[in-house]
C-alpha cells in the first residue's frame, strides 16, 4: 500500500504542476488578448513568454511559501482565497522589478500586469474551490490507530474539526490493555478486536494505509509480530508524537518520552554554514529596512511623545531584558505602547486586550510597527528575523520548572516573528507557554530557510489583514 506521506507528495506534485499550467495558461491569454487590440499592446513573443514565465516561477514559488502546497494546512476556503490574493500581489512585484528594473528589455505594457493579475486570481480560486469542495487529485489514505487511552485522546482533542482531518481518513481506535479508558477516548469510533491474532487480517480487509502507534502502556501490550507482518505489506508505522508533529507542525511536549528524543534528529542545530549565512542576512535586511522604515519610526515616536511622553517625561522607546541564544541576557528594544506605571506592581504577563494598553499603542501593536526597533536588535546580533519570540528571564525561570524542555527553546536566536505566532493566538499563562513551546520546538527542530520563507510571509500576509498575534 503507498503510504500516507507519498500520497500526500504525490497530490502536491499535482498541485504544483496544475498551478503552474493554470497561470501560465492565463498570464499568456492576457497578454494575447492585449496584443490583439493592437492599439493598447504591442509586443513580441520573447517579451511575452518572458514575463509568463516570470509569473508563473514567482507566484508558484510564493504558494509555496505561504503553504498553499502544505499538505497540513488548516484553513477555511476563505483563508486560502486570502492566501493566493497575497500570493498573486506580492508577485505582480516581483514581476515589475524582474521585468523593469533588472531586464528592461523585457519591460511589459503597463497594462499586462493589471490585466493578468485579477484573472490569475480569478482562475486560483476558481481551481481551489474545485478541490476543496470535490477532494479531487487523491483519495485519502485510511488511519487505523493503537491505543483508546490518554495518548491517542490527543487526537480527539486537538483534531476535532474536519479540517484538521482533511487528508486522511481516520477508521477508529483500537482498544489496548493498558490503556486509561477513563481519561482517553470519549466520542470516536472504538474498535475492539484481538490484537495478538487479528490485527494484521483487520488492516489487509480495511486497507489500512498507516497504523498510529498511540498506546499507554507499551511494554507486554505492543503487538510486535503483527506490526512487523503489516510493515512487510507496505503499511506505514508511525509513533503518536511524529504523526502530531508531521500533521499539526507541532511537538506534543507533554507526551515525549527520553527514546523518542534519542532517536529523532534532536533541537540542535549543526549546520554552521547556516547559521553563519544567516547572521549576514539577517544583518543585511535589517538595515535594509531601516532605511525603509525610518519615516514610520520617526512619525510613531512623535506621536507617542505627544500622547503622554511629553506630559510625563517617559521615553518613546522601551528596554526589557530578555533572553537570547543559549540563555544571554539582552535589551530588546520596542516602541512604548503601555502607560508609564503598567509595571509598578511587577512583572505580568501580557494579554490580548490588557487595559495597561493606550489607544496609540493598540494600533501599533495590531501592525507590528512598536516591534520596528528591534531591527536595531537584529543589526547587534541578539535576534533573527525568524524564531521564538525571547521572553522576559523572570518568566523564563518560572517556566523552565513548570514547563518540560522549556530550555531547548534557547537552542536558537529568538525572532521577531515565529511559528508559534503564526499557529497560536496570544500567550498570557504558564498553559499558553506550554502550547506555544510545542511550535516552538518544532521549528528549532526543522529550522530551514524555506521554513523562515513559510513564516516571512505569513507574518507579512498576518500584518496586511491586521491579524497580528
Not at 474551490?129 to 483519495?139: G, K, M, P, Q
Request: net charge positive; glycine share 6%; charged share 25%.
Amino acid at each position: 500500500m503507498a503510504s500516507s506521506s507519498q500520497s500526500k507528495s504525490r497530490r502536491s506534485y499535482k498541485l504544483v504542476l496544475c498551478e503552474a499550467a493554470i497561470i501560465g495558461y492565463v498570464a499568456y491569454f492576457a497578454a494575447l488578448g492585449l496584443k490583439w487590440l493592437d492599439i493598447i499592446y504591442s509586443a513580441n513573443n520573447a517579451v511575452i513568454l518572458f514575463n509568463v514565465s516570470v509569473f508563473t516561477f514567482s507566484i508558484v514559488l510564493v504558494n509555496l511559501s505561504v503553504g498553499l502546497y502544505e499538505a497540513r494546512l488548516r484553513e477555511p476556503f476563505r483563508g486560502i482565497i486570502r492566501r493566493v490574493f497575497v500570493s498573486v500581489i506580492l508577485s505582480f512585484f516581483v514581476v515589475a522589478i524582474v521585468s523593469n528594473v533588472i531586464v528592461s528589455q523585457f519591460a511589459p505594457h503597463p497594462l499586462y500586469a493589471p490585466t493578468a493579475v485579477p484573472l490569475i486570481i480569478l482562475a486560483l480560486v476558481i481551481f481551489r474551490y474545485f478541490i476543496h469542495s470535490t477532494d479531487a487529485f487523491y483519495s485519502k489514505p485510511r488511519l487505523l490507530v493503537l491505543g483508546t487511552g490518554v495518548r491517542a485522546s490527543v487526537i480527539e482533542k486537538r483534531m476535532r474539526r474536519d479540517v484538521d482531518r482533511a487528508n486522511f481518513d481516520l477508521v477508529g481506535f483500537v482498544k489496548i490493555a493498558g490503556d486509561d479508558s477513563h481519561e482517553g477516548i470519549q466520542n470516536e469510533n472504538i474498535i475492539e478486536l484481538n490484537v495478538a491474532e487479528d490485527l494484521s487480517n483487520y488492516i489487509l480487509e480495511n486497507d489500512i494505509a498507516e497504523v498510529l502507534v498511540a498506546c499507554d502502556q507499551r511494554r507486554g501490550t505492543l503487538p510486535v509480530k503483527q506490526l512487523f507482518e503489516t510493515r512487510l505489506r507496505g503499511v506505514k508505522v508511525t509513533d503518536i508524537l511524529d504523526f502530531m508533529e508531521r500533521e499539526t507542525g507541532q511537538i506534543v511536549v507533554d507526551l515525549m518520552y527520553p527514546s523518542w528524543v534519542i532517536y529523532s534528529n534532536g533541537f540542535q542545530s549543526q549546520n554552521y554554514f547556516r547559521e553563519l549565512a544567516d547572521f549576514w542576512i539577517n544583518v543585511t535586511l535589517a538595515a535594509v529596512l531601516l532605511f525603509l522604515t525610518w519615516p514610520i519610526m520617526l512619525i510613531t515616536a512623535l506621536i507617542i511623545y505627544l500622547d503622554d511622553g511629553r506630559r510625563t517625561g517617559v521615553s518613546v522607546l522601551y528596554r526589557q531584558q530578555r533572553v537570547g541564544k543559549d540563555g544571554r541576557l539582552f535589551d530588546i528594544l520596542k516602541f512604548r505602547s503601555m502607560r508609564p506605571d503598567a509595571e509598578k506592581d511587577g512583572a505580568k504577563w501580557a494579554s490580548k486586550d490588557d487595559n495597561r494598553v493606550t489607544a496609540i499603542g493598540a494600533f501599533i501593536r495590531k501592525y507590528r510597527i512598536d516591534e520596528l526597533p528591534q531591527l536595531i536588535n537584529v543589526v547587534r546580533g541578539d535576534m533573527s528575523f525568524i524564531g521564538p519570540r525571547p521572553e522576559r528571564p523572570e518568566f523564563v525561570e518560572k517556566l523552565i520548572k513548570e514547563v518540560p524542555y522549556y530550555e531547548q527553546r534557547h537552542n536558537v536566536k529568538p525572532g521577531l516573528a515565529g511559528w508559534a505566532q503564526l499557529n497560536y493566538p496570544y500567550g498570557a499563562s504558564v498553559k499558553d507557554s506550554l502550547e506555544k513551546l510545542k511550535f516552538d520546538l518544532y521549528y528549532v527542530k526543522h529550522q530551514s530557510l524555506l521554513l523562515d520563507l513559510l513564516i516571512l510571509v505569513r507574518t507579512v500576509e498576518i500584518i496586511l489583514f491586521g491579524k497580528g498575534r
